[in-house]
């Protein structure tokens, strides 16, 4: 598989999406991804909420936010509330 380059955006932090080669640029205070069509990152996959998780930006640091407590959220493997 051929991996993305990664595009240094001095304004804006990139989020890049593997899978498609795709990036997306991280340019609100909360950026969301989940299964529906009107989140910033829709993604499918069974199991995962309308909202599923969160980069919120805060004092120029971003945080992982979980919004729901059903559907879990691993980062590197381990279960994850927020995250610095």
């Given at each position: 598989?051929t ?21 997306h640029?991280?340019c ?10 009107a ?12 909202k ?8 120029g640091?971003?945080f ?8 879990p ?12």
């Amino acid at each position: 598989m051929t991996r993305p380059a990664a595009v240094m955006n001095k304004d804006y932090p990139v989020l890049l999406e593997l899978d498609a080669a795709e990036q997306h640029t991280i340019c609100n205070n909360t950026f969301v991804v989940g299964s529906s069509p009107a989140v910033d990152l829709p993604i499918a996959g069974a199991g995962l909420a309308n909202k599923q998780f969160a980069i919120v930006t805060k004092g120029g640091e971003h945080f992982l936010q979980v919004n729901v407590s059903y559907a879990p959220t691993k980062l590197n493997g381990s279960l994850v509330e927020k995250v610095k």
